[in-house]
């Protein structure tokens, strides 16, 4: 049977990114195609951040290293043994494990009723051995947005970097708040937001695996880089050695073909089918909507089911969708037509 994917975060690639991915396939960044198609790559995704002239990164596999490179650039800035890192129990799971690879200790601050961290709880875990805080832009459960400018605020009295994960919202905030969405500021535009990261395979729409980790201040990666490394030029600021060459080049090729405005359009399209099922759902009277969508994330539940069932119903219906403990998660990604959601509530309306 063929699965219809409603949970992924990963995007149906764009044929032009994905014609340049298989283009540079078996190529390595640095030995067949130059440093310099990075760093380009870089710029086109931070020209959607408000990403500084002092600003700098690298495309890397995914959001997990792009994390990881993120509390390791600030656990070399802070030098304090086993320094703590205050981030939301809603962080990507990647945060988590950055901190037992990193040798920092965790300190996850729980989240308030509209599914956000809780700010004041962020600020009173912040302690003298605090080396770096943790905010997201579209949270993998239902997409919200932490309050990062207030974040932003304590954390910079305090001298403690603020990362931003926007693996999922970096391409989709952006476009919203172009198409008018009141939505909070959450990138580079806010002082003390010092690292960002954005995935171009979630909705920038390029083949896996393909992220993107940017500093505001470049130096922040002087102490990931290798030394003395005279053999191999290559060598980065990244966790990887030998990196290909096709997730730069598919970045550079979609973003340059499809624009602020192309993105724009797509980013329109899926919150227009995002809204249209979100309108549908309260035709059902056992299975809702968890809470009114930020973007095209929506969490759903029933009455009758319990979450597993309710996902391995879904399954048997053709749909594949992500659980978590308290509801389904369905992501209405570019792939999915009116049509489709459609067939997902005349399937639902059947367990209602």
């Given at each position: 049977m063929h699965i219809k994917q409603l949970g992924t975060m990963t995007a149906v690639p764009h044929h032009i990114a994905r014609n340049a991915f298989q283009m540079h396939a078996g190529q390595e960044l640095g030995i067949h195609v130059p440093l310099e198609m990075e760093q380009k790559a870089v710029r086109l995704v931070?020209?959607?951040?408000?990403?500084?002239?002092?600003?700098?990164?690298?495309?890397?596999?995914?959001?997990?290293?792009?994390?990881?490179?993120?509390?390791?650039?600030?656990?070399?800035?802070?030098?304090?043994?086993?320094?703590?890192?205050?981030?939301?129990?809603?962080?990507?799971?990647s945060i988590l494990r950055a901190c037992r690879l990193l040798g920092l200790t965790p300190r996850p601050v729980s989240a308030g009723f509209d599914y956000t961290v809780d700010v004041e709880k962020l600020k009173n875990a912040i302690t003298e051995n605090t080396?770096?805080?943790?905010?997201?832009?579209?949270?993998?459960?239902?997409?919200?947005?932490?309050?990062?400018?207030?974040?932003?605020?304590?954390?910079?009295?305090?001298?403690?970097?603020?990362?931003?994960?926007?693996?999922?919202?970096?391409?989709?905030?952006?476009?919203?708040?172009?198409?008018?969405?009141?939505?909070?500021?959450?990138?580079?535009?806010?002082?003390?937001?010092?690292?960002?990261?954005?995935d171009p395979h979630k909705m920038g729409l390029v083949p896996p695996p393909t992220g993107c980790i940017i500093f505001r201040d470049c130096t922040m990666l002087d102490s990931l880089r290798p030394e003395n490394v005279l053999y191999y030029?290559?060598?980065?600021?990244?966790?990887?050695?030998?990196?290909?060459?096709?997730?730069?080049?598919?970045?550079?090729?979609?973003?340059?073909?499809?624009?602020?405005?192309?993105?724009?359009?797509?980013?329109?399209?899926?919150?227009?089918?995002?809204?249209?099922?979100?309108?549908?759902?309260?035709?059902?009277?056992?299975?809702?909507?968890?809470?009114?969508?930020?973007?095209n994330i929506i969490g759903i539940r029933s009455e009758k089911l319990d979450t597993h069932s309710l996902k391995d119903y879904l399954e048997t219906c053709g749909w594949g969708v992500f659980e978590f403990s308290e509801w389904i998660r369905i992501i209405i990604m570019p792939h999915l037509t009116q049509g489709d959601l459609v067939k997902l509530i005349m399937d639902l309306k059947k367990i209602d």
């Open positions: 931070g020209g959607f951040l408000n990403t500084p002239q002092t600003a700098g990164g690298h495309i890397v596999s995914g959001g997990t290293e792009a994390n990881i490179i993120a509390l390791w650039a600030a656990r070399e800035r802070k030098k304090i043994p086993g320094g703590e890192v205050v981030f939301p129990i809603t962080s990507h799971y080396v770096a805080v943790v905010a997201t832009a579209g949270t993998t459960s239902l997409g919200v947005i932490d309050d990062i400018p207030r974040i932003a605020e304590f954390a910079l009295a305090a001298g403690i970097p603020l990362h931003v994960d926007a693996a999922y919202g970096g391409f989709v905030f952006p476009f919203m708040k172009k198409l008018g969405y009141d939505l909070l500021d959450f990138d580079f535009s806010v002082d003390g937001v010092t690292s960002i990261t954005i030029p290559a060598a980065s600021s990244v966790i990887a050695g030998t990196r290909p060459a096709s997730p730069t080049m598919a970045t550079l090729a979609v973003i340059e073909y499809l624009g602020e405005n192309g993105y724009k359009e797509i980013v329109k399209t899926c919150l227009e089918l995002t809204n249209y099922f979100y309108d549908r759902l309260k035709e059902l009277k056992t299975i809702k909507a968890v809470m009114k969508p930020v973007c």
